[in-house]
Nanobody, 120 residues
Framework: QVQLVESGGGLVQTGGSLRLSCAASGSIFSINDMGWHRQAPGKQRELVAAITSGGSTNYADSVKGRFTISRDNAKNTVYLQMNSLKSEDTAVYYC??????????????WGQGTLVTVSS
């Protein structure tokens, strides 16, 4: 069984920074894309940032220039560095990965989510 476990969420003031981490564990053959999504109260889940196995990145317009996604393939971990946080960044942040398990099954796996609250 493959799991994604997020960490690093919390309460931060407007203009502050947080770094989220998401580690994949279990029987994994390879991981393709990894990403971060978020869901604010009363809103749909939206893509924040994604990164390919080769390191190409994609960002939502709302976070460009403020957030940076990165990954450590050796650790099966993806990170989201969030700077200049705004109140509208308040949401539950979920990581996801599409991967091949050790038995070569294609899976799309989601983490349980971590809450980020930005207060003024």
């Amino acid at each position: 069984q493959v799991q994604l476990v997020e960490s690093g969420g919390g309460l931060v003031q407007t203009g502050g920074s947080l770094r989220l981490s998401c580690a994949a564990s279990g029987s994994i053959f390879s991981i393709n894309d990894m990403g971060w999504h978020r869901q604010a109260p009363g809103k749909q889940r939206e893509l924040v940032a994604a990164i390919t196995s080769g390191g190409s990145t994609n960002y939502a317009d709302s976070v460009k220039g403020r957030f940076t996604i990165s990954r450590d393939n050796a650790k099966n971990t993806v990170y989201l560095q969030m700077n200049s946080l705004k109140s509208e960044d308040t949401a539950v942040y979920y990581c996801n990965a599409d991967l091949y398990s050790g038995s070569f099954r294609y899976l799309v796996v989601w983490g349980q989510g971590t809450l980020v609250t930005v207060s003024s």
